[in-house]
Nanobody, 117 residues
Framework: QVQLVESGGGLVQAGGSLRLSCAAS????????MGWYRQAPGKQRAMVAV???????DYPDSVKGRFTISRDNAKNTVYLEMNSLKPEDTAVYSC???????????WGQGTQVTVSS
């Protein structure tokens, strides 16, 4: 079992920045991925950024150049630096931890990010 504790989020004006953090604890081993997904009202959950335990990252075009994901493997913590925020970035952001080879998938409780225009 893996537990995820998220922090950060809140209300920010367009053009501003926010930083999200997610600390994982529990049975963490082997190759894994940590990432952030978001869900806006009336929309499906979508990937925002993912980073593997070996440091490879992936972003959708909508956030490339504005968001940066990083992780501290010693602390089992992933960070999401969000810059140049736009109103369309408003959503509930959830942390994800995944061990692909074992088909294990864990989610944080979610944190609200609201960008005002």
């Amino acid at each position: 079992q893996v537990q995820l504790v998220e922090s950060g989020g809140g209300l920010v004006q367009a053009g501003g920045s926010l930083r999200l953090s997610c600390a994982a604890s529990g049975n963490i081993f082997g190759f894994n991925t940590m990432g952030w997904y978001r869900q806006a009202p009336g929309k499906q959950r979508a990937m925002v950024a993912v980073i593997t335990s070996t440091g490879n990252t992936d972003y959708p075009d909508s956030v490339k150049g504005r968001f940066t994901i990083s992780r501290d493997n010693a602390k089992n913590t992933v960070y999401l630096e969000m810059n140049s925020l736009k109103p369309e970035d408003t959503a509930v952001y959830s942390c994800n931890f995944r061990i692909p080879l074992m088909n294990l998938d864990y989610w944080g409780q979610g944190t609200q990010v609201t960008v005002s225009s």
